[in-house]
């Protein structure tokens, strides 16, 4: 393998929330480890790989230059995108008039509900919830409507079409939310149901607000599907978001992207994305964009994608033959494990609050499913190294399950 996906990086005191955050925020951060034990990080949605070469090249050559005053973001930038998108995704006729800045996905969120919704207004969501989304339409003054998805005969995570257009009728809602591939759950889309979705949207005139943040990282035998791509309407009415923050582990230099094709929906949410002042790119994150959405960008994905699906492998099965109770759906995308740990709580007679402690006492950081409408859930980033891996599971059957 050409990249560096087992190296055991030291994050300590090095800017990373996913270390040096345990124990400062109670009821968010799990708690420290006991006394014996190190810290494996399995609950931030972050990497624990060394970035692409390419991009602190990028990075460091740009900061060579003594002068970082306001800049236009350049013809190199959108060029990167439109190529990215084209080669990842299959997209066709992207233009750099349809692309849009944003600080974040969630910002980019806001921005385009704030376009065609007013506060107070019900938003369509599935459920289980990324965070992230809860807590920033509830800051804004949104209600949010949530449409489970269930598990199906193969324990594939599904939409329920019926009910989501029985929250859409009986709600009279126009926007959603999507989030493609799903987190937390994993699911990578096909092609039948996003067309099913959005002719759901279609008839009930609802604008939807697509999260594409993880399209890059699908596991091996899966392909993410846009939704813009799966119809002339779809391609209207959807604000679709991205960003190569999670693709690439550069959460910390902020830059995200939206693609608007309609000019109407594209000027209003502009219009919504420039009332802070604030929604402004960073120099630096625009240099490490054009780095990461190179030919060495591709591979290092592609050799990314592999590692990610051996992890999986390794953490499900391992979880499915060890820990007898505890329900895992193998992901189609994302490197999240969403366990379901009811039946496993209910024989043991403890609470998923104290099973969630037992694995932070013995160094392994996953992460309180609650906050994701997962009532006794638990959520693992598996995006570290193998033996890191397989060290948290090792752990978890000698000491917890």
Same mark, same amino acid.
């Given at each position: 393998?050409?990249?560096?996906?087992?190296?055991?990086?030291?994050?300590?005191?090095?800017?990373?929330?996913?270390?040096? !955050?345990?124990?400062?925020?109670?009821?968010?951060?799990?708690?420290?480890?006991?006394? !014996?034990?190190?810290?494996?990080?399995?609950?931030?949605?972050?990497?624990?790989?060394?970035?692409?070469?390419?991009?602190?090249?990028?990075?460091?050559?740009?900061?060579?230059?003594?002068?970082?005053?306001?800049?236009?973001?350049?013809?190199?930038?959108?060029?990167? &995108?439109?190529?990215?998108?084209?080669?990842?995704?299959?997209?066709?006729?992207?233009?750099?008039?349809?692309?849009?800045?944003?600080?974040?996905?969630?910002?980019?969120? %806001?921005?385009?509900?704030?376009?065609?919704?007013?506060?107070?207004?019900?938003?369509? %969501?599935?459920?289980?919830?990324?965070?992230?989304?809860?807590?920033?339409?509830?800051?804004? !003054?949104?209600?949010?409507?949530?449409?489970?998805?269930? +598990?199906?005969?193969?324990? &594939?995570?599904?939409?329920?079409?019926?009910?989501?257009?029985?929250?859409?009728?009986?709600? +009279?809602?126009?926007?959603?939310?999507?989030?493609?591939?799903?987190?937390?759950?994993?699911?990578?889309?096909?092609?039948?149901?996003?067309?099913?979705?959005?002719?759901?949207?279609?008839?009930?005139?609802?604008?939807?607000?697509?999260?594409?943040?993880?399209?890059?990282?699908?596991?091996?035998?899966?392909?993410?599907?846009?939704?813009?791509?799966?119809?002339?309407?779809?391609?209207?009415?959807?604000?679709?978001?991205?960003?190569?923050?999670?693709?690439?582990? %550069?959460?910390?230099?902020?830059?995200?992207?939206?693609?608007?094709?309609?000019?109407?929906?594209?000027?209003?949410?502009?219009?919504?994305?420039?009332?802070?002042?604030?929604?402004?790119?960073?120099?630096?994150?625009?240099?490490?964009?054009?780095?990461?959405?190179?030919?060495?960008?591709?591979?290092?994905?592609?050799?990314?994608?592999?590692?990610?699906?051996?992890?999986?492998?390794?953490?499900?099965?391992?979880?499915?033959?060890?820990?007898?109770?505890?329900?895992?759906?193998?992901?189609?995308?994302?490197?999240?494990?969403? %366990?379901?740990?009811?039946?496993?709580?209910?024989?043991?007679?403890?609470?998923?609050?104290?099973?969630?402690?037992?694995?932070?006492?013995?160094?392994?950081?996953? +992460?309180?499913?609650?906050?994701?409408?997962?009532?006794?859930?638990?959520?693992?980033?598996?995006?570290?190294?193998?033996?890191?891996?397989?060290?948290?599971?090792?752990?978890?059957?000698?000491?917890?399950?």
């Amino acid at each position: 393998m050409t990249y560096d996906f087992t190296s055991i990086l030291d994050r300590r005191g090095r800017d990373a929330l996913a270390v040096d !955050g345990l124990g400062d925020m109670p009821g968010f951060a799990p708690s420290r480890p006991k006394e !014996g034990f190190d810290l494996i990080p399995m609950w931030v949605a972050d990497m624990n790989f060394p970035a692409l070469p390419a991009i602190p090249r990028a990075i460091i050559a740009r900061a060579q230059h003594p002068a970082y005053g306001y800049f236009q973001p350049t013809g190199e930038y959108y060029e990167a &995108i439109i190529r990215w998108q084209e080669d990842r995704n299959g997209v066709t006729g992207l233009t750099r008039e349809c692309i849009g800045y944003e600080n974040g996905v969630l910002g980019g969120v %806001l921005s385009a509900l704030g376009a065609v919704c007013s506060r107070g207004d019900q938003i369509l %969501l599935h459920s289980p919830t990324y965070i992230g989304f809860t807590g920033s339409l509830e800051n804004c !003054g949104y209600r949010i409507v949530h449409s489970p998805l269930f +598990q199906d005969e193969s324990h &594939i995570w599904r939409m329920d079409f019926e009910d989501m257009e029985k929250k859409l009728a009986d709600n +009279q809602i126009h926007a959603a939310v999507f989030c493609s591939p799903h987190n937390p759950c994993g699911r990578v889309w096909e092609r039948w149901e996003l067309e099913k979705a959005m002719e759901l949207f279609r008839k009930y005139d609802v604008y939807v607000v697509s999260d594409e943040i993880w399209s890059d990282l699908t596991l091996d035998g899966h392909t993410h599907i846009p939704l813009q791509s799966v119809s002339e309407d779809a391609r209207r009415r959807t604000a679709a978001l991205y960003a190569p923050s999670k693709t690439f582990n %550069l959460a910390g230099l902020i830059g995200s992207y939206r693609i608007i094709y309609d000019p109407w929906l594209r000027e209003r949410v502009e219009r919504e994305a420039s009332l802070s002042h604030y929604n402004s790119m960073n120099v630096l994150s625009m240099h490490a964009l054009v780095g990461a959405y190179g030919p060495e960008g591709r591979e290092w994905v592609d050799q990314l994608r592999h590692v990610l699906t051996e992890n999986v492998e390794c953490a499900a099965g391992y979880i499915a033959e060890h820990f007898p109770g505890v329900a895992v759906t193998r992901p189609q995308g994302t490197y999240m494990l969403f %366990l379901d740990c009811t039946d496993w709580c209910r024989e043991h007679g403890r609470t998923i609050g104290q099973l969630l402690q037992a694995g932070w006492d013995v160094g392994v950081a996953w +992460q309180d499913g609650r906050p994701f409408r997962g009532p006794c859930h638990i959520r693992m980033n598996l995006a570290l190294p193998l033996s890191r891996v397989r060290e948290a599971m090792e752990r978890l059957g000698r000491y917890v399950f």
